[in-house]
């Protein structure tokens, strides 16, 4: 049987997710809700987050949902513990990806970036300890790259490239290897990345979606191509197809 699944994330950055769900032909139902108004959450406190995944959890809820993924890492980060003590459903979160990190290959050298809010939660610090206790891994929390990816529903690349090259000055030239991807608006960018700072990006994308395969059982079956898409926390919802959304080009 077809299993209904709602992915949550503050803006576009979760539609990475959905991407990679059809590309899989995962036998899924598929509902995606963000909050646009607000987005990105990297800022915003852990209250706030509570307050407005409070709402997309129940309108989801109303969808009669089968599971739930957070695809953002600032609300898994944030939140997550707390949802799955009062919802009985599974609900898959995502992390950087740091575990992938091999620290003991003298010839790689990683980063990781990551929004202000992920950085500074509990989790976040919880899971450096248990991944990177010695901190070979560089860490960098940015504070505008979410938005100015988030942007791309409205205004073509070239009109944030400088924006975007700013933000990631830090990290070019420094020797890195590899670059961990914290946030997932920063997928839809990846390859540009990946090309700027030549660097091999680790993204935990398909990751996420084989434990969920695993978790919920899921088979393969003939794609569906649309979508049900709220961007105001559920209240309205539209159908979609990834076509809708131009700027998901760049994470072909």
Known sequence: MKKTIGVIDSGIGGLTFVQEIQKQKLNVNLLYVCDSRNVPYGGKS?????????IMMQNLLGKKID??????????????DGLRSRFHLPIVGIE?????????????????????????SKRFQKLQMENDP???I??????????????LKNNPFDAIREEVSKELL??????YTHLILGCTHYTIISRWI??????????????????MKMMLSL??????????????????????????????DFAV
């Open 67 to 80: 599971a739930v993924l957070m695809a953002c890492n600032t609300l898994t980060a944030e939140t997550i």
């Open 134 to 136: 010695a901190s070979k």
């Open 46 to 54: 852990q209250g706030f987050m509570k307050e407005r995944i409070e």
């Open 170 to 175: 830090i990290l070019k030239d420094k020797g």
């Open 96 to 120: 950087p990806y740091m575990r992938h990190a091999k620290l003991t290959t003298s010839q790689a050298k990683y980063a990781l970036i990551l929004t202000p809010a992920t950085f500074s």
């Open 194 to 211: 990946e090309s700027y700072l030549n660097v091999e990006v680790v993204d935990p994308t398909r990751n996420v979606i084989e434990h």
């Open 219 to 248: 088979g393969s079956s003939t794609p569906d191509e649309s979508f049900l898409y709220s961007e105001d926390c559920g209240e309205r919802w539209d159908s979609k197809a990834m076509k809708d959304f131009a700027f998901m």
């Open 138 to 151: 560089d860490v960098f929390p940015l504070t505008k790259l979410a938005m100015l990816i988030e942007s």
